[in-house]
């Protein structure tokens, strides 16, 4: 056991030492040396009191000491590992504590002097308890006050307070059993002291140790007496103080909330939590290697979360080390116990086995979500002198008690108390090596791809991440830099509603969120070179180049034709769905996120708002295309009204979008949209065959793009005329308006749009990205007759300008589309401003029309 203790930490030490150099792949970078301060006084000191220990202590556990110096070995370079200062103080704690258990071999009466003042360490623990309710301080600077400290050197007395109060009731028990054996009368004496205490820690709000002292306290009862009501007792105990301070107790309510309820607010109350089990996910089966992972992004990760700190870094394999470390522990203590020469060192070992349990138990359990949060330390690996120097005082006792292995034990009424606490022990252990795997493997992919998983942007600041590139391979996101300083580059900002975002402060968006795997390298690349990567640097392979359809020619003239308008255009490839260009505005720089994040948040303008996907409008007499196909396809046209204008039930009057060039034509009427010819159409179609015409048209399902879209609002029609003119409850999008466009440019097919083409693998080259399903609506006649009607003399392309809604809410929408005649790919084109002028809208799309059909 001491051999496989230095050769674990010397190897984890040497490995933290080249971590830099692995991380980014470059002999420049530097070793990390500070922790081998830390390495030598540890390695030192624990020779040196492994020699003295068979001397002095010749007849000792011969697990005990090896344990302790894993465990705190081990402890010692993750917290080196987290901060380096921290690492150095550490050190000197455990030099402090080491030199003490060296002094305390040397003291053949401790264990009589611990027994026979019991009540004075009791009361003079409580005593400096309560001095931190005048003088207490938070070494951090702001925090619970519950250290002494001066000069530098803090100490928790709420620490050492735990093994007191263990001595003091190792020491009244064997008083009192088996002399004594009523229920009231072993609790009665006991109840005073330790309600003091629980009192004291409740006023400091310290309630992980509260909770602690009733679990040791119980523990210590129930493995003395061997009755379960204590058990019982205790529960109910618990139960009973926890409704009550989550009732009255901001931080109670606070803490069973978020172990509850840990989604609902991730960023804020649980963000603890969810960093934890994040970390754990991150570890996977082997870690990410000592040094290699970003344990440090969960707070508190050098003392209350040190658990996925590890974890992180080991993985399960780690994961299961460890807790086989700490049973291994638990179970020399109860050995310890059983073999005692007095009922005095039975109770006591039995008592720090209990309380090396329970803190294991209470801080793993919620840093896993099994239980709520305590934040108590986790014993040996958690950083803090106070806490480190009560773990080796407890094994100290338990050697001094062992040593006397020559004498025989005291008498046993039963050992069934130390089975089924032990049993107890190992199923909570067990359960703790069950959630850490069920987190690092089985939800492992969930909770490693969310956004705010921080992780992923600091990866991107180490391994290069694959470029967004145009259809002709020029540049739109790429990342430049040496590793450890790489900076993404938005080198087309305008195309930050299509693109997104990866900040490691706001997470992911867009096309940068969706495509993820492929940038990352974790998806297309060798399993192999995915394996090799994690396992040697702890990082992804490097990632992907992705080729997206936009072509950026046509995308300038789409951001030039929109100028300041608020709005959205979409250009489509018609007859491959491919999107050409798809302008949002007002956009914002990716570029300056961090900075003008909260002004981009808080504008009335919706910057962070892609309206060609999210963005829902009132059609208005836009879908003449769809209505006017049903009468195409059946040639039943009907003659012109008089009046083109439509009257509303209000008084008030819908006109065209302009006036028409000949208001004797079918064509030249619905291409100004003018409402009264269309309502005249829809008044000749029952609901059912117009709501069958919408979702046939895709205006009930959100398109399937690589982008956040809204779901579409197309409510069942109950006014056939005022649904035909798009103003019964019928919201889309402008790509939903762009799809429809398509059907009658694309011969009556409706298809998926398409972002990503290509990706770029390490071993085939460029692959090509599944595309999206296409279906014939319509017949390629009728088709192309729509087409034909809604055509401008002399283009070669067919338009519908409308304007729909009213005031503030109104919007002005132009769709169109090449003609049959075009013999380049067929084109769609949608465009909606968000304000009441047609000509802005038509002048718009023609251009964004005239330019595709020019580049073509």
């Known amino acids: 056991m001491l051999q496989l203790a230095v050769a674990f930490v010397s190897l984890y030490a040497v490995l933290l030492t080249f971590a830099p150099v692995i991380k980014l792949h470059s002999w420049q970078a530097g070793l990390s040396y500070w922790h081998w301060i830390g390495f030598a006084i540890w390695l030192g000191g624990f020779l040196l009191l492994y020699r003295q220990s068979d001397k002095l202590a010749p007849g000792a556990d011969p697990y005990l000491l090896p344990l302790m110096m894993l465990l705190s070995g081990w402890g010692l370079l993750a917290v080196a590992r987290l901060s380096p200062n921290l690492g150095l103080r550490q050190s000197l704690w455990m030099a402090l504590g080491l030199v003490l258990f060296l002094y305390g071999l040397r003291l053949p009466a401790v264990l009589v002097f611990l027994r026979r003042y019991k009540y004075i360490w009791l009361v003079s623990g409580l005593i400096i308890t309560a001095l931190t309710l005048v003088f207490g301080t938070y070494p951090g600077g702001t925090g619970p006050r519950l250290w002494l400290g001066c000069c530098g050197m803090y100490l928790q007395p709420s620490e050492p307070l735990k093994l007191l109060l263990t001595i003091y009731l190792a020491a009244y028990l064997a008083d009192r059993l088996p002399v004594s054996f009523s229920l009231i009368g072993l609790l009665a004496p006991t109840l005073v002291l330790v309600a003091l205490a629980l009192a004291l820690l409740v006023i400091q709000r310290d309630l992980g140790t509260a909770t602690l002292f009733i679990l040791i306290y119980t523990l210590t009862l129930y493995l003395a007496s061997g009755r379960k009501r204590m058990l019982l007792l205790c529960l109910a105990a618990l139960l009973a103080a926890g409704a009550i301070g989550y009732r009255f107790s901001d931080v109670v309510r606070l803490r069973v909330d978020a172990w509850l309820y840990p989604w609902l607010d991730p960023s804020g109350s649980s963000y603890q939590l969810v960093q934890s089990l994040i970390a754990v996910a991150s570890g996977g089966l082997l870690g990410r290697g000592p040094g290699l992972g970003s ?37 020399r203590g109860l050995v310890v116990a059983l073999r005692a020469p007095l009922n005095f060192h039975r109770y006591l070992a039995a008592g720090i086995s209990a309380y090396f349990a329970c803190q294991v138990v209470l801080i793993i359990g919620g840093n896993l979500r099994l239980l709520p949060l305590t934040g108590v ?50 199923a909570a252990l067990g359960g703790i090596l069950l959630a850490t795997g069920w987190f690092g493997q089985v939800r492992q992919q969930e909770l490693t791809s969310r956004t705010d998983n921080p992780r992923r942007a600091i990866d991107d600041r180490y391994v290069q991440r694959g470029s967004l590139l145009d259809r002709h391979n020029h540049p739109i996101v790429s990342s430049s830099g040496a590793p450890g300083e790489i900076v993404r580059s938005y080198l087309v900002p305008s195309l930050s509603l299509v693109t997104g975002y990866s900040s490691p402060q706001y997470g992911q968006a867009g096309l940068e969120a969706s495509l993820d795997p492929y940038l990352r390298g974790l998806a297309g690349s060798p399993s192999l070179l995915i394996w090799w990567n994690n396992l040697l640097y702890g990082q992804p392979p490097p ?171 197309v409510a069942p029609v109950s006014d056939v005329k005022l649904a035909s003119l798009g103003r019964e409850g019928l919201l889309l999008s402008p790509l939903q308006m762009a799809r429809v466009a398509g059907v009658i440019s694309n011969e009556g097919s409706l298809v998926s749009p398409l972002l990503a083409l290509a990706v770029d693998t390490p071993q085939q080259g460029w692959v090509i990205l599944p595309a999206g399903d296409s279906a014939a609506i319509l017949n390629p006649g009728p088709a192309a007759e729509v087409g034909s009607l809604l055509a401008q003399p002399g283009k070669l392309y067919w338009e ?43 002048r718009v799309g023609e251009a964004i029309l005239q330019e595709a059909l020019n580049t073509d």
């Open 800 to 842: 519908v300008v409308a304007v729909a809604g009213e005031g503030e809410h109104a919007v002005s929408w132009f769709v169109g589309g090449s003609l049959e005649q075009w013999k380049g790919a067929p084109l769609a084109v949608a465009v909606a401003i968000e304000t009441n002028d047609p000509a802005l809208a038509r």
């Open 377 to 426: 330390t986790l014993p040996f690996m958690s950083y803090g002198g106070s806490s480190l120097l009560t773990c080796i005082a407890a094994v100290l006792i338990l050697v001094l008690i062992s040593r006397q292995s020559d004498q025989d034990p005291a008498p046993l009424v039963s050992v069934r108390p130390f089975t089924f606490f032990y049993a107890c022990v190992i």
């Open 543 to 713: 990632g992907l180049d992705v080729r997206l359809s936009i072509d950026l020619a046509l995308q300038d003239a789409a951001d030039a034709a929109m100028g300041d308008a608020h709005g959205a255009a979409v250009l489509l490839n018609a007859s491959t769905g491919e999107v050409l260009a798809m302008a949002s505005h007002p956009y914002f720089d990716p570029n300056r996120l961090d900075a003008e994040w909260n002004s981009l948040v808080a504008s009335a303008g919706a910057p962070l708002v892609n309206r060609a996907t999210q963005g829902l409008y009132p059609p208005g007499a836009a879908i003449a295309p769809i209505i006017l196909s049903e009468f195409i396809d059946s040639g039943d046209l009907p003659d012109l009204p008089e009046e083109l204008d439509y009257p509303l039930p209000d008084g008030k009057r819908i006109s065209c979008a302009y006036e028409p060039a000949d208001s004797t034509s079918w064509g030249s009427v619905l291409s100004a949209g003018c409402p009264a010819p269309l309502a005249l159409l829809g008044n000749r179609l029952f609901s059912t065959r117009l709501n069958s015409l919408f979702q046939r048209f895709g205006l009930t399902s959100r398109p399937a793009i690589p982008l956040e879209t809204a779901p579409p609002q």
């Open 295 to 331: 344990p440090g992004v969960v707070p508190v990760a050098v003392s209350d979360f040190i658990y996925p700190a590890v974890v992180e870094e080991t993985g399960l394999v780690g994961a299961a080390g460890l807790v086989l470390a700490y049973a291994l522990l638990i179970l």
